[in-house]
C-alpha cells in the first residue's frame, strides 16, 4: 500500500536524447499523480455511478428544509397526533385514533409521502433531516479522526523513540477498548449531562457528542497504517535532502511528508465516513448517539422496529437509505484505491 | 523469545490498565456521571440531603478519587463486584453470559470463515468474470448493511409473520440442543453477514496479490497442477491476513462486541449485559464487562502476533 513518492515537477529532456527531438526541446507535460488517477479513477463506470448516487443522496438531504417548507408543511420534530390531512381526495386521519393508533401508510400526497411515524410526524420530512445528521456526524467525525489520526501518526513515525511508544500507546489502548461499548459509555454518559470543560460548552443532546465519540474511537483504524507509512517514508532520500537543506521537523512533516499520505488519507478516509454513518447508526438506535426527538436514520429504526407488526415502512426505509449511502461510499472508496494505487491495475488485470 | 513474552505482558497489563482509568475517569469527571449524579440515581431523585450523606459515605464516594479507583479495581480482581442499581454481583452476571455469548460466536465464526473462504477464493479464481462480480455485489452489500437492521427485519418476518424460527431468547445446549441449535440460526447468520463480506474481499485481493510471485510461478513451471498449486502455495500464504484478522474479530465478539446482535436476539450474553449496565450508567458492571471485552481484545491481538511471526518466518518478533 506505500506509494513510492513520485516527483512533483514536469520532466525537462535535454535536447541531446534522441527520439525526444521530435519535441523540440518544449518540456514535455507530466501529468501528475493527482491527475492520472482521476483519470483512473474516470474511466471506473461503477465508482463514479456510486459517487453519483452519494452526491444524490446528499442533495437530498441538503434539500430537507426545502421539502419540509414547499411540498410537506410541515417540520421534523412537529406532532400531529390528532390532525387529519388531504390525500387523493379524501381526508385521512395522520394517526388512527384509538383503539388503532395505526399512523398512516406511504400514499401520493406531498404530505405525509411516507407516512407517518406513531407521533404523527412526517417519515419522508424526518428521513430528509435524519440523514442531514447522519451524513453530518458521519463527515464530521472522519474529520476529527483524520486530523489526530495523522498528526499522532506522522509524530510517531517521524521521531521515534519515545514519542512513538506514547503515540503506539494511544492506539493501543484506543483500539483495545471494545468499540461500541466505549461509544455507548460516552455517548450515554455525555447525552445525560453533556460536557463543559472550559471554553467547550456541549448540551446534552447536541450533535457534537456522537461527533466527539465515533470521532475518537476510530483514530487507531486509521493512524495505525498512517504512522507505519510515515516510518518508511522518513528514510527516503527525499527526507534526508530536505534535513540537509536545514528543514525543521514541522516542515518536514507537514511539507514533505503529508503530501505522501494523501492517498491513504483519501481512501481511509472514505472508508471511514461509511463506517461512520454505520456506527452512529447503530448508536442512535441504542439511544447513545443522536438523541429524540431529532431525527438520525438510526434512531428512527430504533423507533420503528416496535411497530414492524402495523407500519413496516418505518423500519425499512431508513434502513435502506443507510445501506445506500453506506454502499455507494465503500464502493466508490474501493475504486478511490484501485486509482490511487497503481498496483491495482497489475492486481486485476 | 522470553524478552518479547515479558515485554508483551507488561504492555498488556498496562493497556488493560489504561482501559479501567479511562473507564473510571468517564464516570468521575462527566457531569452526567460523576459523583453527585451516581449519588442521586443510587439514592433516588427525591432523597433528602440525610440520605444523600449516608450514601455518599457507604458507598465510599466521599473518599477521594485514588482510593475509589483502587477500591473499584480491588473488588474487579477479587470478584466481589456489586452493582450500584440492583445489587448484583458483576463476576457472577458475567459469568452467566458466557455461554450464550461463546454459543454465539464460535457458531458465527464458523459460518463467517467457511462462506468469507470459500468465496474469497471463488472471486479471485473466478476475477473479473461473472461468479467474482456477483460475489463482489453480495459482498459489498453485507458489509454495508446496519446489523439491528438485519438482525430486526429477520426475527420480526422469519419468526412473527412465517414462524419458522422460534423467537428471541437463548436456550441452554445441555436442557435442550435443538432448541439451543434452532434459536441461535438467526443471531448467528445475523452476525456473520457483516464479516463474511470483509473476509471475503481481503482474501480475494490477497490471493491475487500471491498468484502473481514467483514462486507461484515457478510452481507453474514444475508441472504441480493448477489446484495444488492454489490450495499448497497460493492460499497458504494468502491465509496469513484473514488468520490475523479472524484473531481480532473473534477476540472482539467473544469480548462482548456482538452487543448488538445480542440486544435484538435478546440472548442474554455478555454484550447484552454490557449494553444494559452502560445504558442505566451503572458503573461496577460498566468496568467489569470493559475489563472483560478488553481482555480478549488485548490477549487476542497478543496471540496474533504470535501467530503471525509462526506462519510468516519473514517476520521478526523482537521489532
Known sequence: MVPEPTPQFAFEPSPAVPGVAATEGRPIEGIGPGRAAWRRLRRNRVAMASLAVFLAIVVCCLAAPLWADQVAHVGPEENNLTGKFERGGKQLYVVTPPPQTKPVGPGWSGRYLLGADKNGRDEMVRLLYGGRNSLFVGFTAALITTVIAVILGLLGGYFRGRTDVVVRTIFDVIWSFPVLLLGIALGTALSVGGLHV???????????????????????????????????????????????????????????????????????????????????????????????????????????????????????????????????????????????????????? | MARFAVRRLVHMAFVLFAISAVTFLIFYVFPGTNTNAQVQRIAGRSANDVTRAQVKKDYGFD???????????????????????????????????????????????????????????????????????????????????????????????????????????????????????????????????????????????????????????????????????LVRHVLRNALIPIVTLFGLDFGAAIGGGAILTESIFSLQGVGQYAAQSVGSLDLPPVMGTTLYAAFFIVVLSALVDIAYAYLDPRIALES
Open chain 2, 63 to 229: 473518599r477521594p478519587f485514588y482510593v475509589q479507583y483502587a477500591r473499584l479495581m480491588e473488588n474487579t480482581a477479587d470478584g466481589s463486584l456489586i452493582s450500584y442499581t440492583n445489587q448484583t454481583n458483576v463476576r457472577d452476571e458475567i459469568v452467566r453470559g458466557i455461554p450464550a455469548t461463546v454459543s454465539l460466536v464460535l457458531g458465527a465464526a464458523v459460518i463467517w470463515t467457511f462462506f468469507g473462504v470459500l468465496f474469497g477464493i471463488l472471486s479471485a479464481v473466478y476475477a473479473g468474470r461473472w461468479p467474482d462480480r456477483v460475489l463482489t455485489v453480495l459482498s459489498m452489500i453485507g458489509i454495508s448493511l446496519p446489523v439491528f437492521w438485519v438482525g430486526a427485519l429477520l426475527l420480526y418476518y422469519l419468526t412473527d409473520r412465517i414462524e419458522l424460527f422460534p423467537p428471541g431468547g437463548y436456550v441452554k445446549l445441555t436442557e435442550d440442543p435443538s432448541g439451543w441449535f434452532t434459536h441461535l440460526i438467526l443471531p448467528w447468520v445475523t452476525l456473520s453477514i457483516l464479516f463474511i463480506g470483509f473476509y471475503s474481499r481481503l482474501l480475494r485481493s490477497t490471493i491475487l496479490d500471491t498468484i502473481d510471485e514467483d514462486f507461484v510461478r515457478t510452481a507453474r513451471a514444475k508441472g504441480v497442477t493448477e489446484n495444488r498449486v
Open chain 1, 198 to 349: 472550559g471554553p467547550i460548552d456541549i448540551q446534552g443532546g447536541s450533535l457534537w457528542i456522537p461527533i466527539l465519540v465515533i470521532g475518537i474511537i476510530f483514530v487507531p483504524y486509521l493512524g495505525r497504517p498512517i504512522r507505519g507509512q510515515v516510518l518508511s517514508l522518513r528514510e527516503k532520500d527525499f527526507v534526508e535532502a530536505a534535513m540537509a537543506q536545514g528543514d525543521g521537523p514541522l516542515r518536514i512533516m507537514f511539507g514533505e511528508l503529508l503530501p505522501n499520505l494523501a492517498s491513504t488519507i483519501l481512501v481511509f478516509g472514505t472508508l471511514i465516513v461509511a463506517n461512520n454513518i454505520l456506527t452512529e447508526a447503530a448508536l442512535s438506535f441504542l439511544g447513545a448517539g443522536v438523541q429524540l426527538p431529532a431525527p438520525s436514520w438510526g434512531n428512527m429504526i430504533g423507533e420503528g422496529v416496535g411497530l414492524l407488526s402495523t407500519a413496516p415502512h418505518l423500519t425499512i426505509v431508513p434502513g435502506l437509505a443507510i445501506t445506500l449511502t453506506v454502499l455507494a461510499l465503500n464502493v466508490f472508496g474501493d475504486g478511490l484505491r484501485d486509482a490511487l494505487d497503481p498496483r491495482a491495475r497489475v492486481r486485476l488485470r
